[in-house]
């Protein structure tokens, strides 16, 4: 990886220190979290025009934080570090978190940062569409001060987000999670270090009759220009019980919802195939994760 073009590298103290560094030396100056995508940029050539590099390794935003009874996620908690709490290993709810966790190998888990995947915008990464399961949010500071926003609207499109001029990204906010709820994730890889064709992450909610009151289904991986919410699916599943049959019929509705790419490395006709059957067997799972028996 040549870095030839940087002349300054900056570690700010704080958040707001980072921010002071970007409206100080503008476009020339890009952010540095944990670099496994910055490394893919530059390996490519496509680092040009770039002259600092604003370091936020010590600007205070490595934590996994109690918020309201859900969690508040540092921007540059590493995926090692969040997998590695209790909440998130021990709490169903937090299901498809975990799973997607576990999908990059050791090496990406102990550098990559909860805030650079997702600011990163990238449709093909995992964790973004778990934390979309889980209705999660994003702080962020800039110039004009802190703002959130959902999750679901920080994608735009192909590495393009809402951050304005300045701004950084601060937070994930996870919810504090229903009652009875469960949530999972699976990915199809070519293999172990393979960004995905396609990955899917649910999460089911149950009131006390059992039923189904609220669901979320989002896919990634080649399935549209952001990650997307199959909107189909979750009004099928809402209001029943669950069950095989509902769940079969649910992934057979995923198809009215996303908008597979042909590539070099699938067409869009397989991934379209393929996500039925991933959409069905991580409902079982999740389903699974709640402790109840699918008939």
Known sequence: MSISGVKEFCRPQSAGNAVELLAKHGNRAVLLAGGTFLHGLFSRGLGSGVEVLVDLQHAG?????????????????????????????????????LDSLHCPPAQIRNQATVGGCVASAYTLFDVPVAFLALDASVKSLGPQGPREMPLEKFFVDYFEHSLKKGEILTDVLLPKPAARSASAFLKLETNSNDLALLNVAVRLSLDKSGLCQESRVVLGGGVGKTPVRALSCEALLNGQRPSRALFENAAQKVSADIHPVSDHRASGQYRRAVAKVYLRRTLLRAAERLGIEIA
Not at 62 to 88: C, D, I, K, W
């Open 61 to 97: 935003l490595s934590y996994v934080n109690e918020a309201h009874g859900g969690l508040a996620l540092g921007a540059m908690t590493t995926f090692r570090e969040l997998a590695a709490t209790e909440q998130v290993q021990k709490m169903p709810e937090f299901g498809a978190l």
